[in-house]
């Protein structure tokens, strides 16, 4: 648990908190226990530290994609046999990523870098209705 590399002092009045405020006890004992470190191991022996961490950050984040967008294409789970389908469900996923490549750019160009299932969150709160009626 973490709560014992804090000291946590709630104020309430009337029975509401109205402030919260914390300080971390010793800071080095909380560095020594959650620092930590990766080991990836490749068969690639001329890449550089920095460009197989982004390898490896890239990778993730690919396949972190394909699991959202095959969920939100209904493409998950796979069930398909036949060669026309297999190629129609990668295509489809392939061509979503495009446009997933594209959306983190512009964002990008932004400033904004958040994780596709934040962007998500986020646009799930807009939507456009159409109304038609017809009127005697």
Known sequence: MISHFYKIDVTQKDNIVSKISYEIKDEKKINERFSGGYRLRT??????????????????????????LKFELSLRPIYHRKENRIEGHIFSTVFAYHLLCVIYRKLKERGIKHSWNTIRTHMNRHNRSVLTMINA
């Open 43 to 68: 068969s690639i022996f001329n890449i550089s530290d920095e460009e197989l961490w982004k390898t490896y950050n890239m990778l993730t984040n690919v396949e972190a994609s394909f699991r959202s």
